[in-house]
């Protein structure tokens, strides 16, 4: 669970980006490892491990977790390089985890990483990602993979041999979060819509 701040003389924003392994054919996240972290259970800094997935027993297990433990969105990573060659398998799998994501009501994101190796005109100026035909293609195979709309599929590149801040690149990244946090700002909304409607069940049976 990480923490992100402006800089380090001020507080950290009031929001936290969790980090889990990747989605792997014969390994890696698997549903019941997934329904544990989105419902909260999962200790910060566990180390995820295919010999010993975790259970009500692992040490650190949060068996009563808070709203503040829990997922408010899943924000699937594509490679931008690989979405034309995934397996069945692969497919398969991310529509098993897709499924549990949905049956806790969460709102779904998958940013797309590398779409610079992916057009050319984007690997020389990142600012023209958006009129890029290469890229909308892309997004339009990535909303149709994931059954999301076209608006919740981010675009972005790697920071990967830059040594200095690009303001081109980090503004897709703030981009991207930005929705995430609309995706979970949404949830929360929903939450908050649920909670009023069993109030105001439960102060009907109770006048009745």
């Not at 990480?2 to 889990?20: H, I, Q």
């Not at 690997?123 to 909308?136: G, K, L, R």
């Not at 149709?144 to 200095?164: A, C, D, M, T």
């Amino acid at each position: 669970m990480y923490r992100v701040r402006g800089s380090a003389l001020t507080e950290p924003l009031k929001f936290r980006l969790c980090d889990t392994r990747g989605i792997e054919e014969n390994q890696g996240m698997d549903g019941t490892e997934l329904n544990y972290l989105l419902a909260g259970n999962v200790p910060n800094g566990y180390q995820f491990n295919p010999s010993t997935p975790i259970s009500p027993d692992t040490t650190g297990f949060v068996a009563s977790p808070t709203l503040n433990h829990k997922i408010h969105c899943v924000c699937f990573i594509m490679d931008g390089t690989t979405v034309s060659v995934m397996s069945e398998k692969m497919l398969e799998k991310i529509k098993a985890l897709q499924s549990k994501v949905r049956q806790k009501g969460l709102s779904q994101v998958v940013l797309i990483t590398k779409i610079d190796k992916v057009c050319s005109n984007v690997e020389e100026d990142v600012s023209t990602v958006f009129q890029s035909v290469a890229i909308q293609e892309l997004v339009d195979t990535v909303s149709n993979i994931f059954g999301v709309p076209r608006s919740h599929v981010l675009p972005v590149k790697n920071y990967e041999k830059e040594i200095n801040v690009r303001d081109d690149v980090s503004l897709l990244a703030l981009h991207s979060l930005r929705q995430i946090l609309r995706a979970s700002e949404d949830f929360m909304f929903n939450l908050l819509d649920m909670l009023d409607d069993e109030r105001e069940t439960k102060g009907s049976d109770s006048t009745e």
